[in-house]
């Protein structure tokens, strides 16, 4: 089936208090389909235990689950609270006979987890290391590949609402990389403000820097020539 779907996206401001707006869009959107900025499973694959089951028969104890460890998280991070309303919508909308599909498309925790030595300088300044957007083109590279691997899977319906709770900067790149862009072009895309950078550069000395990224980039990079 060939998918015409309808993106909606909404961004979570991760500070100090509950961001409703990922929330109130599972409610006003009713959803086919809703996106996380979570890691894949275990399988490689983006789908969750959810999509097995019908809206009478989901495992609502798993949502429990996952409420009650988002309320501990919020005693540290506040807006962590916002992922609770967002699953107490969900619930609504099951409820209601909206079989909405839930996906993790982020990349494994393993590679995540960088992102504290990679952003360890703060902005604006990491972002004139080429090695964070080491970081944001693999982690992009995952979730448009699992973004992918939904719409080339899913066929409850053509036409499917689909809510994004991506933060703003990898949908944006995601949307790039679905294009499916050439090797020349991804470059640029991500590392054409370095023009002394080479792909031999990055292979030779990513590992260097940070021992998981350089892993990822072994196994996920496509640049070969690109000048």
């Known amino acids: 089936m060939h998918l015409k ?7 979570c401001v991760e500070g100090d208090k509950i961001d409703l707006r990922q929330a109130d869009a599972v409610l006003k959107h009713k959803p086919d389909i809703i996106i996380f900025e979570l890691p894949q499973s275990h399988n490689g694959k983006p789908g969750t235990i959810f999509n097995r089951y019908s809206c009478a028969h989901k495992p609502i104890e798993k949502v429990e689950a996952i409420i009650k460890g988002k309320k501990h998280a919020a005693k540290k991070f506040p ?4 992922d609770i309303a967002v699953w107490e919508n969900i619930q609504r909308l099951w409820k209601q006979g909206v079989n909405v599909q839930i996906y993790n ?5 393993k590679m995540r987890r960088e992102y504290v030595a990679v952003e360890a300088t703060g902005y604006p300044s990491v972002r004139k290391d080429w090695l964070f957007w080491v970081y944001l083109y693999l982690r992009d590279t995952y979730m448009a590949r699992n973004i992918k691997h939904i719409l080339d899977t899913y066929s409850l319906k053509s036409n499917p609402t689909i809510l994004v709770c991506l933060q703003s900067i990898h949908w944006k790149h995601a949307q790039f990389l679905l294009t499916n862009p050439s090797s020349q072009k991804t470059w640029k ?11 031999s550069v990055v292979t030779s000395q990513v590992r260097r820097r940070n021992r998981v990224l350089g892993e990822y980039w072994k196994k996920l990079q496509h640049f070969t020539r690109v000048r």
């Open 79 to 82: 807006y962590a609270a916002s």
């Open 189 to 199: 895309y991500y590392f054409g403000k370095f023009p002394a950078l080479t792909p």
């Open 5 to 11: 779907p309808r993106y909606v996206q909404r961004d």
């Open 105 to 109: 498309v982020d990349a494994p925790i």
